[in-house]
């Protein structure tokens, strides 16, 4: 162990707060980045029977080696039970094998509809940004899906400008049936500050659930351009320990890619 | 056997195709097949698609966006097929360096299928050359491009770089995509410039969409039925369709297959007949080398063909699918090949700083300095490699950490 301490910066939250909204002895299909950080998370901790598909096409990695930097990094398909091509990890979604679908995004709507395309124009874009990637396969595809972004006013909107990665559409109940995809959709968006889920099949909007102690739900709100439901049970949310920490620095980021950073 | 007494008895050279010369040259604007669905009137935007199959997205978000007429940007399904069934299917020896395989193949209107994944496995060295040949040594024109992949990174990016350089001698029209960026790293700074800027026509996949394009390809079926992008954006603004399932009576979108005319890999082995073994992930490189017309493919290692009949599970890609074979190590450089190397996240920072002065400052110079280092100055990619030096290759080689890979 190391004496190096981290401080609880959002990206600690948001690696512990993504970490426990995972599940043991279930399969995450998770996209690059934030997503890795909380999987490796939980993997050292309470779910280390939560096995990983990484989209290249690796299914049960060990990731001894570090964090990957990329899903298709050599770190994100060492040590696993099977290692094929995309179309073996998104078929297997595809057919049910993930429970939980991990992404993040630039923008996300009141039914958890992500934008990871573009800002204006599709042809013209104001700002582009890399693309769908896997993300608009596992939100159609995961049986759930836990979104992980930070909480800034400019990416909580009520409408989106583009949806990369399907949430509950407008809203309505057979909406997702109609579009011809498999998940039950929207379960938990992650931020530094606040833990999100949905009032699903009512309204199927998004739901604060946990804010951030140094915080309250009206600053949440005031944080977001969405208009937000409150759960009968919102409360704050805990945060790492000092154990949780030294795990973190150790054994999921060493590197410091995330860890110690703030949000931009 | 005397393989070459026996292709001398066939009558045809070794490593030419029969029938080459003849072979029909497929262009973008030719390749236009009329569509008649409602919501793909060209140049309007539809905020009512009518009674087209669709899944109810119109006026759930903000997006803005023209219809475009539908075009196979690359051959149709059955010209592909009809290109395939010309070619010779024997063992012949597929043997080329990366400079003839490129004067060979690259010309102007193709689609060039990208095989790799992010920065693993990617066909750097080709990429290399295509940018030396076009760009410095003007011997071919890589003009009114097609790319086509899932997820690139910096290889695209070389020819993107290459086009803000001359943009006649190397020009990348369209792309058809799911991600362009390099990871943690941050965005692909080119691509994004290029893209804002209205240079260059995308069309949006995921990254599942985008394989399944080329599985259907390399399956040799027109289209293929996938569980996603219906109910997104992408359902709007890219090719696919919706239809409805003539056996579930549910609706289920479609992607049209995606046939690159020549498609460029880089795999962990291969013998002189292509002949491919790939270890660590496979990515999408089989199916986008089995969906194209003619493929050019390096190989970390030239292995025998009696290793390759040894195991032959082991086989990704198979010979009929290849048409050039170019044996060059580090031919993934700077990405990352599983038991070889992990990828330089220097030399992509480099790139990447270089990039961003440009769309950020509209600074060039940085750019060009990049292409003078890194490609007028270097005559081949292993001068390319030199100019990395060794213990910084070595120092990749020992952060792979010994992958196993039977070769």
């Given at each position: 162990?190391?004496?190096?301490?981290?401080?609880?910066?959002?990206?600690?939250?948001?690696?512990?707060?993504?970490?426990?909204?995972?599940?043991?002895?279930?399969?995450?299909?998770?996209?690059?980045?934030?997503?890795?950080?909380?999987?490796?998370?939980?993997?050292?901790?309470?779910?280390?029977?939560?096995?990983?598909?990484?989209?290249?096409?690796?299914?049960?990695?060990?990731?001894?080696?570090?964090?990957?930097?990329?899903?298709?990094?050599?770190?994100?398909?060492?040590?696993?039970?099977?290692?094929?091509?995309?179309?073996?990890?998104?078929?297997?979604?595809?057919?049910?094998?993930?429970?939980?679908?991990?992404?993040?995004?630039?923008?996300?709507?009141?039914?958890?509809?992500?934008?990871?395309?573009?800002?204006?124009?599709?042809?013209?874009?104001?700002?582009?940004?890399p693309g769908s990637g896997g993300a608009g396969a596992m939100a159609a595809n995961s049986d759930r899906i836990i979104a992980i972004m930070a909480l800034e006013k400019r990416r909580f909107r009520d409408k989106v400008y583009f949806i990369t990665s399907l949430g509950f559409g407008d809203g309505s109940p057979d909406y997702r049936w109609t579009a011809g995809v498999h998940g039950r959709g929207p379960y938990r968006v992650v931020t530094d500050v606040a833990l999100f889920g949905y009032d699903v099949g009512n309204t199927n909007r998004m739901m604060l659930l946990e804010y951030h102690p140094d915080l309250s739900v009206e600053a949440i709100q005031e944080r977001c351009e969405l208009e937000l439901l409150i759960s009968p049970d919102v409360k704050p949310m805990p945060l790492p320990s000092e154990e949780d920490l030294n795990l973190m620095i150790t054994q999921v980021d060493p590197e410091a890619y995330f860890l110690g950073k703030t949000v931009a | 056997m005397d393989l070459e007494k026996r292709y001398a008895e066939v009558g045809v050279p070794l490593g030419k195709k029969a029938d080459e010369d003849k072979l029909p040259y497929v262009h973008v604007v030719e390749g236009q097949v009329p569509y008649t669905s409602k919501h793909r009137a060209p140049g309007v935007e539809v905020t009512d698609p009518g009674d087209a199959i669709h899944s109810g997205i119109y006026g759930i978000s903000e997006v803005v966006h023209k219809e475009r007429p539908y075009t196979w940007w690359g051959p149709n399904p059955d010209e592909a097929r009809a290109l395939k069934v010309k070619?010779?299917?024997?063992?012949?020896?597929?043997?080329?360096?990366?400079?003839?395989?490129?004067?060979?193949?690259?010309?102007?209107?193709?689609?060039?299928?990208?095989?790799?994944?992010?920065?693993?496995?990617?066909?750097?060295?080709?990429?290399?050359?295509?940018?030396?040949?076009?760009?410095?040594?003007?011997?071919?024109?890589?003009?009114?491009?097609?790319?086509?992949?899932?997820?690139?990174?910096?290889?695209?990016?070389?020819?993107?770089?290459?086009?803000?350089?001359?943009?006649?001698?190397?020009?990348?029209?369209?792309v058809e995509l799911s991600w362009q960026a390099f990871e943690v790293i941050g965005s692909g700074p080119i691509w994004t410039h290029m893209v804002?800027?209205?240079?260059?026509?995308?069309?949006?996949?995921?990254?599942?969409?985008?394989?399944?394009?080329?599985?259907?390809?390399?399956?040799?079926?027109?289209?293929?039925?996938?569980?996603?992008?219906?109910?997104?954006?992408?359902?709007?603004?890219?090719?696919?369709?919706?239809?409805?399932?003539?056996?579930?009576?549910?609706?289920?979108?479609?992607?049209?297959?995606?046939?690159?005319?020549?498609?460029?890999?880089?795999?962990?082995?291969?013998?002189?007949?292509?002949?491919?073994?790939?270890?660590?992930?496979?990515?999408?490189?089989?199916?986008?080398?089995?969906?194209?017309?003619?493929?050019?493919?390096?190989?970390?290692?030239?292995?025998?063909?009696?290793?390759?009949?040894?195991?032959?599970?082991?086989?990704?890609?198979?010979?009929?699918?290849?048409?050039?074979?170019?044996?060059?190590?580090?031919?993934?450089?700077?990405?990352?090949?599983?038991?070889?190397?992990?990828?330089?996240?220097?030399?992509?920072?480099?790139?990447?700083?270089?990039?961003?002065?440009?769309?950020?400052?509209?600074?060039?110079?940085?750019?060009?300095?990049?292409?003078?280092?890194?490609?007028?100055?270097?005559?081949t990619f292993d001068d390319f490699l030199a100019k990395r030096g060794y213990k910084k290759l070595a120092e990749l080689k020992r952060l792979d950490m010994g992958q196993a890979v039977i070769i």
């Open positions: 162990m190391t004496d190096k301490k981290v401080k609880i910066g959002p990206f600690e939250t948001i690696c512990y707060t993504g970490a426990r909204a995972l599940e043991d002895k279930t399969i995450v299909f998770a996209g690059t980045g934030l997503p890795m950080l909380a999987c490796l998370f939980a993997q050292r901790t309470w779910a280390p029977d939560m096995n990983i598909i990484f989209e290249a096409g690796s299914l049960g990695v060990q990731m001894w080696m570090g964090l990957p930097l990329s899903v298709g990094d050599t770190r994100a398909s060492t040590r696993a039970c099977i290692i094929k091509g995309l179309c073996f990890a998104f078929e297997s979604q595809q057919r049910g094998y993930s429970d939980f679908g991990f992404i993040g995004g630039a923008e996300i709507d009141k039914y958890g509809n992500i934008n990871s395309t573009c800002f204006g124009e599709y042809e013209k874009p104001k700002v582009r940004f | 070619e010779n299917k024997f063992l012949y020896d597929k043997r080329t360096t990366l400079s003839d395989a490129v004067k060979k193949f690259i010309r102007p209107g193709i689609n060039i299928g990208v095989a790799g994944f992010v920065n693993t496995r990617n066909p750097f060295a080709i990429c290399w050359q295509i940018v030396k040949e076009a760009l410095c040594n003007k011997t071919v024109q890589a003009t009114n491009l097609t790319l086509s992949y899932q997820s690139q990174s910096l290889d695209v990016e070389w020819l993107l770089g290459a086009q803000m350089l001359d943009s006649s001698r190397v020009e990348v029209k369209r804002q800027a209205g240079l260059i026509e995308v069309d949006d996949y995921t990254n599942y969409g985008a394989s399944a394009r080329f599985k259907a390809g390399a399956m040799g079926i027109p289209f293929m039925p996938v569980r996603d992008h219906g109910g997104s954006d992408m359902e709007r603004v890219n090719r696919g369709v919706m239809l409805k399932c003539p056996f579930t009576g549910r609706n289920i979108y479609v992607l049209p297959a995606c046939h690159p005319d020549v498609a460029i890999a880089h795999v962990t082995a291969a013998d002189m007949y292509g002949n491919c073994r790939i270890f660590g992930f496979l990515n999408t490189c089989p199916e986008i080398v089995g969906a194209s017309t003619a493929s050019i493919v390096t190989c970390e290692d030239l292995i025998s063909t009696d290793e390759i009949r040894r195991y032959p599970n082991l086989t990704e890609i198979p010979f009929p699918a290849v048409s050039a074979v170019v044996p060059q190590k580090f031919g993934g450089y700077p990405g990352a090949v599983w038991g070889n190397y992990w990828f330089d996240m220097d030399h992509f920072r480099e790139w990447r700083a270089a990039g961003l002065e440009l769309r950020l400052k509209g600074n060039i110079d940085p750019l060009k300095k990049y292409y003078d280092d890194n490609f007028y100055s270097c005559d």
